[in-house]
């Protein structure tokens, strides 16, 4: 019988880290964002069939793929005191995940700020507030994924600062490009771009929509509304039956 395989782990979700500290076990978790991430985006373009949402999927791996091409131009090795112990793969400048997550958190906060609105509760500070906790809460999770980067050896802080910054660039400049000059001039080249995107015959098909150039919450509140009416009829149209 020939000698067995060599076996490899699989880094995409393979995480070492202390296993006697709580907090590295958090730091473990949370590094796994960007895996989870993706899984959510296809469940949110599928079921939505939001273009925004699909536009910024798209540069999701779009920065993935041009982090691949940075790793193999730059060739810089991972923390070399911890590289051989935990046995890491592929190169570590800049970080993919701190740059997946840099992306992901400039994109979405800029979507927030410039076109999405929530709901309002009748008080414009509580409103302000509420806003302003999303973007904290979003900033955090972004900064808590990179500093775990460093925190569980995988990168430097170098290669983590790069990671971010380059990330949150690309997402700056993708969602102005893509989603807020189409909004702003759709006269332009970005609008009419956007425009023949959303009258194509396989988009109709596919019947993706553009529910932000529409409503401020992207539809929701109308969904809700309609949802709620119809329940109710159901609901009347159920008691009377029994009374009869």
Known sequence: ???????????????????????????????????????AYAALAVQTRELTIINMWAGQFFSEGLNIVLKRIFKEDRPPEVDSKLHLNGYGFPSSHSQYMGYFGAFLICHLYFRHRFASTGNAVLDQSFRLVVYVVIASWVALVAYSRFNLLYHTPNQVA?????????????????????????????????????????????????????WPDGGREIEWKRWKGMHEQRQASFYQKRTN
């Open 162 to 214: 790069w990671g971010l910054a380059i990330g949150a660039l690309l997402g700056i400049i993708h969602y102005i490009v893509t989603e807020l000059l189409p909004y702003r001039r759709p006269l332009s080249v970005f609008g009419r771009t956007r425009m023949a995107i959303l009258t194509h015959p396989l988009i109709n098909w596919a019947q993706i929509r553009d529910g932000w150039a529409i």
């Open 1 to 39: 019988m020939a000698g067995a395989a060599e076996r490899v782990s699989l880094d995409l979700t393979h995480v070492v880290y202390d296993g006697s500290s709580h907090t590295s076990l958090v730091l473990a978790l949370l590094t796994l964002s960007p895996i989870l991430l993706m899984p």
